[in-house]
């Protein structure tokens, strides 16, 4: 997959970014049903939910409800972020999960001379997938990719505030030709879709991308019916760790697209950067020089780098958390408030003397916002860092060998970056420890996710 920025991977710079298509600012809708056995239905019913554009608050369309790229009008997200990362990362993932498709095979597991014994892998059945609005479009290929590949069918539910690309994409499947019923797209709120398919006795696996408060209801929900398996992309409070002897300019570069990117609307979000002493001032000034030269404004502007928040509650919490960070005595750099009153923008905001105990130091903000805290000794940082409930991502930049590999093992996160940030790969597993959730998606290790290991042993005569 790309990386947010092409700078902080390999030190190369980013593609040069293409131009606009034909405008798309009025781009009609075409499929806003339930897409079921490769069909359009309306819901049972009757009900309806409006989608909105976060950018302008005004309403796309009604998509029909079910219970029991349109990708930048829907989410808000750069267009070009939205074309250069997310379409870019589905189509790297499709093309990896095609090349196993033929290649998921058991093992022969010696015993004695009386016994053969082998393992075969066979798929779980039907697979559930619950999908976030923050990268609709890719955390449903992330799940739809191995699933398939595993010989699984799905049932789908999209994020309600962004399902259009979902859907579009049920289009795309009747189109090439996939069989009716292999992969079903079921719009909805999750306490009606969303529970329905946690619940229901007849899917055999549920993957979940979201809240770790979500994410526990489902898998209440999924135990309490049929056991079904879990897995559970969660939030994630990450530290980004900064030493005295780094590339200060790369290290700037990449915890600030760390804390920004995509509205800092991600689970990988570098929301708590840890600066050595002796280069914190520095450090501070760069970056707050960095957040001031951020361009905000239409997502359809080739130089927009950030565009609005998904929606009001959202909107409305980060500010909420700003406000919070002033009052326990953080200092505010710059930012801190909303762009214009029209449309959901919040301006790129950055606290420094940030201490552990505030909220904006715990709490998962998923909005623009950088905290800054200072460390002395590898010791401390480390034991700081571990301090959350969280284990998603870490990070750590460095030219010392030594120091980066203490960190990469001290950290209980599942993915630990040196010296770059947000570096996903469809070739590499992602997930996370403690309440960010448990399994893997991508890689080969999150075919494991969706495949029953039957063991075969036969008697010799």
Partial sequence: MTTTNGTCENGQPEAKMPPLP???????????????????????SGKKFATHNPSTNEKICDVEEGDKTLETM????????????????????????????????????????????????????VCGAITPWNFPLLMLVWKMAPALCCGNTLVIKPAEQTPLTSLYIGSLIKEVGFPPGVVNIVPGYGPKAGAAISSHPDIDKVAFTGSTEVGKLIKEAASK????????????????????????ELAVECAHQGAFFNQGQCCTAASRVFVEEKIYQEFVRR???????????????????????????????????????????????????????????????????????????????????????????????????????????????TKSLDKAMTIAS???????????????????????????????????????EYTEVKTVTIKLS
């Avoid at 034909?22 to 049972?44: C, D, G, M, Q």
């Avoid at 829907?74 to 196993?100: M, N, Q, S, V």
């Avoid at 034991?383 to 284990?391: E, H, L, V």
């Avoid at 947000?422 to 893997?440: I, T």
Wanted: charged share 25%; with cysteine; aromatic share 10%.
């Fill in 287 to 397: 970056s707050v020089d960095s957040a001031k030269k951020r361009l905000l404004g239409d997502p359809l502007d080739a130089k927009t780098e950030q565009g609005p928040q998904i929606d009001r509650a959202q909107f409305d919490k980060v500010l909420g958390l700003i406000e919070s960070g002033k009052k326990e005595g953080a200092k505010l750099e710059c930012g801190g408030a909303a762009l214009t009153e029209k449309g959901l923008f919040i301006k790129p905001t950055v606290f420094s003397d940030v201490t552990d105990g505030m909220r904006i130091a715990k709490e998962e903000i998923f909005g623009p916002v950088q905290s800054i805290m200072k460390f002395k000794s590898i010791e401390d940082v480390i034991k700081r860092a571990n301090n959350t409930q969280y284990g998603l991502t870490a990070a750590v930049f």
């Fill in 410 to 448: 001290s950290m209980q996160s599942g993915t630990v970056w040196i010296n770059c940030y947000n570096a996903l790969h469809a070739q590499a597993p992602f997930g996370g420890f403690k309440m960010s959730g448990n399994g893997r998606e991508l890689g080969e290790y999150s075919l494991a």
């Fill in 74 to 125: 829907d989410t808000g997200k750069p267009f070009l972020h939205a074309f250069l990362i997310d379409l870019e990362g589905c189509i790297k993932t499709l093309r990896y999960y095609a090349g196993w498709a033929d290649k998921i095979q058991g093992r022969t597991i010696p015993i004695d001379d009386s016994f053969v014994c082998f393992t075969m892998h066979e798929p779980i059945g």
């Fill in 225 to 248: 019916s049929n056991l079904k398996r879990v897995t559970l992309e969660l939030g994630g409070k990450n530290p980004c760790i900064v030493f005295a002897d780094c590339d200060l």
């Fill in 22 to 44: 034909h405008p798309i600012r009025n781009l009609p809708v075409k499929y806003s049903k339930i897409f079921i056995n490769n069909e359009w239905h309306e819901s049972k």
